[in-house]
């Protein structure tokens, strides 16, 4: 292997795929990562100058290397660059840099330069393809994967696991439709669970109920209830702190390193509610999942009251 790596993708599966290949040529080598959102590029070229002593070879990992692209994420540290342009000047022959950015601005100099010395790898996933090749020999029409997006919520992970499972249901006729998706795959809890916390937080009682009875007969416990409800909140209270700094969607997803969906989802939930009553949810539904898990209730009695309660 090289010294240097540029690796750019937009999909975790296919960056996690391509660091596995790369893994796998050097297996004895000792694997460090960083994000470099939360930590300077000094810290990886203290590490690579470093010497080995407990593998022979290190690989190097720095995440969200933004400060290669023209995407205005903000960085929580301020980084080297100038450590960096002597660093690949003169790089470890014992050691890797693997650098990880979505997108790379080929018009910045350290991005010009880094290119000039490594070995640059494209790794863009379109999901169609991928879903074609999972398919094989089946039949599905352009309407029915944009559904089976959707039901999943754009999680790729998923797509393929419910491809597997229609493809079972559909052995003999090979042709999967869109009614097959909404008998098969079960529609992502993303979509319905904005719409729960919008009904409690305006206190909509009666479609409240109809979301939590229709979540409990598809089998979700009430714990998993409680809990996504809560990280909702907390994500919609994070993107809407996020928003007033200035950030886009796209720097969003990559601080809270959640898909850009659900902060879509978020974004547009929370310009209704104030940060004080995304708080005050937020708490009653943290002391309910303490008492359920302390095994003083099992807050199914407890939730619906709240519920009930709810003030127009």
Do not use: W
Not at 35 to 58: G, H, M
Request: aromatic content about 8%.
């Amino acid at each position: 292997m090289d010294s240097l790596y540029l690796l750019t993708t937009n999909d975790k599966i296919t960056l996690d795929t391509k660091l596995e290949e790369m893994k796998k040529n050097s297996p004895n080598a000792e694997i460090i990562s960083y994000d470099l959102l939360e930590v300077p590029i000094e810290r990886l070229i203290e590490d690579l100058d470093t010497y080995n002593f407990l593998a022979s070879k290190k690989i190097v990992i720095g995440h969200n290397a933004s400060f290669l692209s023209s995407d205005k994420t903000k960085s929580l540290v301020e980084h080297n660059l100038e450590k960096l342009e002597k660093y690949i000047e003169n790089p470890s022959l014992e050691n890797i840099l693997i650098l990880v950015c979505e997108n790379i601005d080929k018009r910045k100099k350290i991005t010009a330069n880094f290119c000039k010395k490594a070995t640059v790898i494209e790794a863009m996933n379109d999901i169609h393809t991928q879903m074609k090749k999972k398919l094989e020999d089946y039949q599905m029409s352009a309407n029915t994967e944009k559904l089976l997006l959707e039901y999943c919520n754009q999680d790729y992970e998923r797509v393929f696991h419910e491809i597997e499972k229609l493809k079972l249901y559909k052995l003999e006729e090979k042709i999967i439709t869109e009614k097959d998706i909404e008998e098969i795959v079960m529609k992502s809890m993303d979509d319905n669970i904005f719409h729960l916390v919008d009904s409690i937080l305006t206190g909509n009682k009666k479609y409240a109920f109809e979301l939590y009875q229709d979540f409990l007969l598809h089998g979700e416990q009430i714990v998993n209830i409680i809990r996504i409800l809560a990280n909702k909140i907390r994500l919609m209270y994070q993107v809407k702190v996020l928003l007033n700094d200035g950030n886009s969607d796209q720097a969003i997803s990559k601080l809270l390193k959640v898909h850009e969906y659900p902060v879509k989802l978020a974004r547009e939930a929370s310009y209704r509610y104030s940060e004080k009553v995304l708080l005050e949810k937020l708490e009653k539904l943290a002391n309910l999942d303490l008492e359920i898990k302390s095994g003083e209730t099992n807050g199914l009695v407890e939730f619906e009251i709240m519920l009930a309660t709810l003030k127009f």
